[in-house]
Structure formats: C-alpha cells, structure tokens
C-alpha cells in the first residue's frame, strides 16, 4: 500500500484551530514522507492551490528518484478543482499524457470524460492523479520500487485535497492504491479505503477507460456505471 511511513504528532496546534469542533486538531503539515494518523484541519481552496503547484513545481517537475525520470518527457502532476468531490486514480502517464503533461488526454481521457459527465460534472470540477507521475516505458505497469518512490505525491495530493471518495481505474491503480492482491474483477464495485491520510478516504475501483474501450460490452458498461453510481451516492448526488 501507498506510503505509510512516520507518525510526526504534536507538532503544535494551530491557534485558530476550534478544539470543540472534533477530532484531535494534531497540526502536521504534508511533509514528504509523512503521515498524518490524526486529522489535519481541511485547508482552505488557495492554500490547497498552492501546495499543490509548490509541490509540482518544486518537487514533482524535477523529480530524479527513480528511472522514470530517464524516459519522461515530462511529468504528469494531475488536475482539476482542488475541492473536488471525487478524485480519480490511473496507474500513469501513457504517450499522449507525457507529450502534454496532463493526465487521461488519449482515448481513454475522452470515455472518462464522457463518465464524468454522465456523473453530472465537468472534467474541471473533479481531480485527476495518477499513481506515478512518469511514463513507464512502452506504457508497461510501474514497479515496485517506481510506485514506491512516487508514493508520497500521491499521498500528499489526496491529504490536500481531501476528496469525498477516491475512484481507482483499473487493476494496477487499485492494487498500488490499496495494497490488495485481488484482481479487479473480484474487487470492482465493492467499497475499501485508502488508510493513508486521517480520515481515510472510501475508495471505489472499477475498470481502467481502456479496459472498457477494448471490451465495450453492455455488460461493462453496466460494471462499470453500477460503480460510478455507488461513487455518487457517496457523494450525496444521485444522477438517477
Ligand atoms: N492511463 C492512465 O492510467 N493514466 C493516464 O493518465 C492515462 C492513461
């Protein structure tokens, strides 16, 4: 499972924090290869737009911890609203993604599009991430020791964001996510958690877009919509 490392706790408490509004208000920053076990007050929408571009701009774009780096174009921070809902998960850049720097731009970003918008949003109301944030060669699935060391990105993203519920695409995603050793045909539709920040965060995994586009059947479609709606309930916006 996605990086779980040290425990940094009393750090201090932030004077504006409401002690009467709920769990141990414990202040502990994103930090590289940090958890938070207790919650972290949610920040506010420009705070999380900063932590999120200082850590693109300052970490992830130059990042040289593992081989990936040797091949990338470019890296693929993600995006989308820093207070979405619903965060969506792929395994890592494919061609089309290193050439532009942006996540699920192929093919499979026009379905999950059209996904997103039966789930009545716009793609620039979610967030899109991948679990690694390089192109693994010949678009094969990232190692151990890749997904290890991109781990914390990952992780940090989530802790700002702080999404209502987490969507894997495919079986990668949802193994390096969740640690599960079961395919995604056993695990799809059913709900986990990512333990990795405080509170953990429901996670959905369905089908991988290009799953979908190479076996296009009505009984996947149905899979992988019957997920999508169990995400949205979750969410409290029920399509139906
Ligand atoms: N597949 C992924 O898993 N991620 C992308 O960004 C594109 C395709």
Known sequence: MLGVNSVPVGEGVPEQVDV??????????????????????????????AALSTMDEQEVRN?????LCEGRIQTVFGEGDPDAPIMFVGEGP??????????????SGDLLEKQVQAMGFERSQIYIANVVKCRPPNNRTPLTGEVDACSDYLRRQIEI????VIITLGGPAAK???GVKEGITRIRGQWHEYPGVSPAVPVMPTFHPAFLLRQYTKENRAKVWSDLKKALER???DSS
Do not use: S, Y
């Not at 494919?94 to 093919?107: C, H, M, S």
């Not at 964001?161 to 209502?164: A, L, N, V, Y």
């Open 63 to 67: 990042c040289t911890k593992c081989v």
């Open 94 to 107: 494919g061609q089309n993604e290193d050439e532009q720097g942006r996540p699920f731009v192929g093919r």
């Open 176 to 178: 390096l996510v969740l």
């Open 161 to 164: 964001i702080r999404p209502k």
């Open 20 to 49: 009467t509004a709920g769990p141990v208000p414990v202040h502990v920053h994103a930090e590289p290869g940090v958890v938070a076990t207790v919650p972290l007050p949610v920040m506010k929408r420009p705070e999380k737009i």
């Open 235 to 237: 969410v409290g916006q």
